[in-house]
T-cell receptor
């Protein structure tokens, strides 16, 4: 079935350094890839997304890249700050052909050390 | 923006009883809602997709008789955990499709079965 793998499961970086989280999806029909940030006991919040017709998207310190051929997409956070500490989830969706459901990755616990 | 209100935020119940969780879309009509379960330090696992006025579609391995989903109106979907047992203790979270590929999540319900 559809599967999204996410690595690493935990990531510690020094404040100001960059963090990169990688995801691989199995279904080549996936065409929408959101990234969510979840703080403990809270709802996931969308931080950035990318569609399959785009290779890269940036929003201030956050960027996402997509390699459709390899079925990889990655989240890049630059100049990390302690408030970036949270769990990050990637997801893949096939849009209408998949009833818009998301398949989530296993999550990455990011710790930014002050 | 689109808001989904989820109640209760936490509930403790005795083994064998049933618990109902509600998700309401406050300022938009949610034709599709998704229900997820999240165990501690794990990913969001899709349980079922509910469409207003029709039966929910359950993911493989999810017992439809145990997790009853009702989506009787465009603004309300409910999940009832019937005959709850300690292994059902988890964080349950709904999300509603807001149009296109976008979702908005409820705030989640922490269920503890004792």
């Amino acid at each position: 079935g559809e599967n999204v793998e996410q690595h690493p499961s935990t990531l510690s970086v020094q404040e100001g350094d960059s963090a990169v989280i990688k995801c691989t999806y199995s279904d080549s029909a996936s065409n929408y890839f959101p990234w969510y940030k979840q703080e403990l006991g809270k709802r996931p919040q969308l931080i950035i997304d990318i569609r399959s017709n785009v290779g890269e998207k940036k929003d201030q310190r956050i960027a996402v890249t997509l390699n459709k051929t390899a079925k990889h997409f990655s989240l890049h956070i630059t100049e990390t700050q302690p408030e970036d500490s949270a769990v990050y989830f990637c997801a893949a969706s096939k849009g209408a052909s998949g009833t818009y459901k998301y398949i989530f990755g296993t999550g990455t616990r990011l710790k930014v050390l002050a | 923006g689109a808001v989904v209100s989820q109640h209760p935020s936490w509930v403790i119940c005795k083994s064998g009883t049933s618990v109902k969780i509600e998700c309401r879309s406050l300022d938009f009509q949610a034709t599709t809602m998704f229900w997820y379960r999240q165990f501690p330090k794990q990913s969001l696992m899709l349980m079922a997709t509910s469409n207003e006025g029709s039966k929910a579609t359950y993911e493989q391995g999810v017992e439809k008789d145990k997790f009853l989903i009702n989506h009787a109106s465009l603004t309300l979907s409910t999940l009832t955990v019937t005959s709850a047992h300690p292994e059902d203790s988890s964080f349950y979270i709904c999300s509603a499709r807001t149009g296109g590929d976008g979702y908005t999540f409820g705030s989640g319900t922490r269920l503890t079965v004792v």
